[in-house]
């Protein structure tokens, strides 16, 4: 751990208290010449301790992560020999099949080169757009989303671009610009109303296509931005063809009805395409329930929060149209422990009224499990 480059040190965490000094915001500054710390916070005051004398299980609100163990110019470490040891006394859990190394960076938890490019470069890359995520989804056509895509980035050759006229197509006074085109000229702005998902588009503000989108579709439900972009992508692809028949033929002319219908057609093909992709099969299988071999049976349950649990039980008998509870409440530490505490007030109950051949049923497969193993269910499952 003590050698692992800084790179890695970035995405590894280190455990420790969280407190908060005197309710102010406190900083950790590193001196790596005479390796002390200071605290600063807004007012200008300092406070210095050196590090070897400093509790970091006490006062130590900084020191979060593995890296913030580390001088900033990455020479080494501030105290090796004690922070090794304090790593080394972390304890372990003993019912885990292996230790994992987590890399938290990605939602797989699984490190990879890519990954560890990722965090070295992040300050450089900015921050993530979930934009290009909506764009490239998979349930996205491809060529849609290239379509988006080359809009988004600015590389359609539109008059801005070319030189050669810098005017719209439509009205020869405006510039010709991805914005204008798709979105701020008055024929375009007259599809997306009339379009199969009306939209003001020229009150959704933004500088470019990619602000545009993102303002869109930023407040959507993620099956309704799906929709929404595979129509921008369909609307805009329409526009452009439209458009460079315009260009290269002189003679011919827009037709809004036309253009409308076109972008119906191929919206509700898409769509199509994407609810049978979705589809779900319905399920012909029937629930099965537990098969009993006693004549008596006692259901049982139990919830937990905030370190309290309630739970209860019903006990039933073939024999009898009578039905019996009882219910407990206490505390516990875990939602398993709650089912376990609503299985015992079952036992407890069966035993004071002398039923001796009783079946438990209960809602939890982690304990069930654990009891017909005859072991500690996994802890990976509490």
């Not at 099969?281 to 004549?295: A, D, G, H, Y």
Request: a neutral charge.
């Amino acid at each position: 751990m003590l050698s692992t480059p800084p790179i890695l040190l970035k995405s590894l965490t280190f455990p420790s208290k969280k407190q908060q000094l005197n309710h102010e915001l406190w900083r950790l500054q590193l001196d790596p010449e005479s390796r002390k710390c200071c605290w600063s916070t807004i007012s200008p005051q300092h406070r210095h301790f050196d590090l070897r004398e400093f509790d970091l299980e006490t006062t130590e609100i900084g020191l979060r992560k593995v890296p913030d163990l580390v001088f900033t110019a990455g020479s080494g470490f501030l105290d090796e020999e004690r922070h090794a040891k304090r790593l080394a006394e972390i304890p372990i859990a003993k019912n885990s099949d292996s230790d994992t190394l987590i890399w938290k960076e990605s939602t797989t938890r699984n490190f990879s080169v890519k990954g560890a490019y990722w965090v070295d470069q992040k300050s450089r890359f900015g921050a993530i757009d979930p934009l290009w995520n909506w764009i490239w989804d998979s349930k996205i056509h491809p060529r849609v989303s290239m379509m988006i895509w080359r809009a988004c980035l600015k590389v359609l050759p539109t008059g801005d671009r070319l030189g050669l006229s810098t005017d719209c197509p439509v009205f020869l006074s405006v510039p010709e610009s991805p914005i204008h085109l798709f979105a701020r000229c008055k024929f375009a702005s007259a599809l997306w109303f009339s379009g199969p998902l009306p939209v003001r588009i020229d009150q959704i503000p933004g500088d470019n296509i990619a602000d545009l989108l993102s303002n869109l579709c930023s407040s959507l439900d993620p099956p309704l931005i799906t929709k929404m972009l595979i129509l921008s992508g369909v609307t805009m692809d329409c526009i452009w063809k439209n458009r460079n028949i315009l260009v290269h033929n002189t003679d011919s002319r827009f037709s809004v009805d036309t253009v409308r219908m076109e972008i119906f057609n191929k919206f509700h093909e898409m769509i199509a395409e994407l609810d049978s992709k979705q589809r779900i099969p319905l399920q012909t299988n029937r629930l099965s329930f537990p098969r009993l071999t006693t004549e008596r049976c006692i259901l049982v349950d139990g919830s937990f929060k905030d370190g309290k649990f309630g739970c209860g039980m019903i006990a039933l008998s073939k024999s009898s149209d009578e039905w019996w509870i009882s219910t407990s409440s206490s505390l516990c530490s875990s939602a398993l422990d709650a089912e376990l505490q609503a299985m015992l007030l079952g036992l407890h109950w069966a035993s004071a009224n002398q039923w001796d051949n009783v079946s438990l049923v209960s809602d939890s497969k982690a304990l069930v499990e654990g009891i017909r193993a005859k072991r500690s269910p996994d802890w990976k499952r509490i």
